[in-house]
């Protein structure tokens, strides 16, 4: 069973940074797109990057391109986002997930076996 463990999540100003990390285990890392995902109180998860097998194909929901930047390391299999410039409407619960697509502007994943997920918190 794929299993995913996400880390890095924090408390910061507007304005300020942050880099989550993703391991995972279960499946062969490297053979796998992966993505990054948010749930904000109250509304849905979206998804908000995708990164193909071998990185060089990278997807962002709007909201945030320009800030925020997906990467992998299929040696030590685990899926980095860079977060900069942060907003309050950035905080949520962030989780990752293996086989991510995009579609019609969304980024989104069949996985079901979600973590816990890291909270970032966004002061304003």
């Known amino acids: 069973q794929v299993q995913v463990v996400e880390s890095g999540g924090g408390l910061v100003q507007t304005g300020g940074s942050l880099r989550l990390s993703c391991t995972a285990s279960g499946l062969t890392f490297g053979n796998h797109a992966m993505g990054w995902f948010r749930q904000a109180p109250g509304k849905e998860r979206e998804g908000v990057s995708c990164?193909?097998?071998?990185?060089?194909?990278?997807y962002y929901t709007k909201s945030v391109r320009g800030r925020f930047t997906i990467s992998r390391d299929n040696a030590k299999k685990t899926l980095y986002l860079q977060m900069s410039s942060l907003k309050p409407e950035d905080t949520a619960i962030y989780y990752c997930a293996p086989d991510c697509a995009s579609s019609n502007g969304g980024i989104y994943s069949s996985f079901t076996n979600w973590g816990q997920g890291t909270q970032v918190t966004v002061s304003s």
């Open positions: 990164i193909g097998w071998s990185g060089t194909i990278q």
